[in-house]
């Protein structure tokens, strides 16, 4: 791995990646990764964890060819420098903000979308002009093999690498000097990443979990309301880290939410999920064992079967869930949709306030008043009023978390800037030496008060403040 990175760090200093038809020729050759191999991915992510097509097929193949097409329908302009404002002494110069590479970057990849999370960041770093390292998840391993096997016959092996690591070399893959690091996992392991980071003062993105809640309030259309929440939450089988996690509502909205919440599972995935082919399973048995423990929280009030054999678990709603059960200990991450009862808005805030940042939140509410107050009193990475999940496809929204949910932003433009260091850049005119006179020694109190002059920045409104002041 080593040597990987040494191969890489001598192409990044040719400067080989800088050219923008470079960058423009390796994103085609994604865009024909993910056309040419379309049912490698569609297979692989099927043996991984019973993805359904339609889900592989919107999440990890169409997503991503938006951010793609967006990036190369743009890249030109993102890449130009920046011409900025200069203040008097600097009217003949060029002042401008330079958009470079870092240089080698590392890629993490989780499991929950092993495509489309490794690739959304790779779009980003190779339009920014980086050589990348990406490391796919081991645990989906049948994805993990097109990846590894199938990518580098797109791209350029002396720019680009995928490596396949477990826990041990991944933390070996660390050792190595990278000029950037994006990881995108549990905060747990995004800690272990920081540490590692930081003895080489690599600056790091973190895009982590956390607990996602959902208030809904009593005005609003309950029908509509269960059929987003449902789909947020049991898309992938719960395995989403946007997915929302637990319900704020009213007992009286419990009582009604209950059957639309049936009826809507009902509606998506039949009478018996089971047999749906529209309902993923859990990825792996450690995963399967960990949720599983969770349905003891609360009451089962809908599902609550599991086939351990099949790693299934059934679309679940707990009701009267109480804030110390298991369930609201940890982020769910499969399934399961806990509902604790709330008194009120202000009971549902004070309740998100207590808890770590999360990476979305979620408001349903006939009244705009209430979705607003909701996003003016909380804080969270994202934020949703009357659905779920639907604002991390936007490539117009960054995307990222605050706090124990992570720090750095991405998708569409904000991966290019991640990917980029703004450098600072003044070009001087060699000539017109007078001008410069005034900061140069030996010093006096005319050359002070002509440089505060050529130099100071005015308060805009500060006069006419002081004059009505002494009126």
Request: aromatic share 10%.
């Amino acid at each position: 791995m080593g040597r990987v990175a040494v191969r890489l760090r001598a192409a990044w200093l040719s400067g080989k990646t800088r050219p923008m038809e470079y960058r423009v020729a390796q994103l085609e050759a994604l865009g024909r990764f993910l056309d040419e191999k379309k049912q490698d991915i569609l297979e692989a992510t099927a043996s991984d964890m019973r993805k359904p097509s339609f889900e592989a097929y919107f999440s990890e193949i169409l997503l991503c060819k938006n951010k793609l097409n967006d990036t190369l329908n743009k890249l030109g302009t993102w890449m130009k420098d920046e011409h900025v404002e200069k203040n008097l002494v600097t009217q003949l110069d060029s002042v401008f903000i330079r958009k470079d590479p870092y240089g080698v970057v590392l890629i993490i990849a989780p499991w929950n979308y092993p495509i489309h999370l490794f690739l959304v960041p790779l779009i980003g770093a190779i339009a920014a002009g980086n050589c990348v390292i990406v490391k796919p998840s081991e645990i989906t391993k049948n994805t993990e093999r097109v990846v590894a096997e199938v990518l580098p016959c797109y791209l350029d092996n002396d720019c680009f690498a995928v490596v396949t690591a477990g826990v041990e070399e991944t933390t070996k893959l660390l050792e190595n000097k990278f000029d950037y690091i994006f990881f995108t996992g549990s905060p747990s392991v995004g800690r272990i990443v920081m540490t590692a980071a930081a003895k080489h003062l690599t600056p790091v993105t973190l895009e982590l979990g956390g607990k996602n809640p959902c208030y809904v309030s009593d005005s609003c259309e309950v029908q509509n309301v269960a059929r987003r929440v449902a789909w947020g939450r049991f898309f992938n089988a719960g395995q989403t880290c946007v997915a929302p996690d637990y319900i704020l509502c009213s007992v009286e909205m419990q009582e009604k939410l209950l059957p639309a919440l049936r009826e809507a599972i009902t509606e998506f995935y039949g009478p018996n999920p089971q047999e749906s082919p529209d309902f993923a399973r859990i990825v792996g048995d450690k995963q399967f064992q960990r949720v599983q423990a969770l349905l003891s929280s609360g009451r089962v009030a809908i599902g609550g079967q599991t086939d351990e054999q099949e790693r299934y678990i059934a679309p679940t709603v707990l009701a009267d869930v109480q804030p110390s059960d298991p369930a609201m200990q940890e982020e769910i991450f499969g399934p399961i949709l806990p509902i604790v009862v709330v008194a009120s808005m202000d009971e549902a805030i004070d309740f998100i306030n207590a808890r770590m940042r999360p990476l979305a939140l979620y408001v349903f509410s006939s009244d705009s008043k209430v979705v607003k107050e909701v996003l003016e009193r909380t804080s969270s990475g994202g934020f949703c009023g009357n659905d779920t999940v639907m604002h991390v496809t936007l490539t117009s929204l960054p995307f990222g978390g605050i706090g124990n949910s992570g720090f750095g932003k991405y998708h569409g433009k904000f991966t290019f800037d991640t990917f980029t260091h703004l450098r600072s850049c003044l070009h001087r005119n060699m000539g017109l030496e007078a001008i410069n006179a005034l900061r140069y020694p030996p010093y006096s109190q005319q050359k002070l008060g002509l440089l505060t002059a050529t130099f100071e920045i005015k308060r805009k409104g500060m006069l006419s403040t002081a004059m009505f002041s002494s009126m």
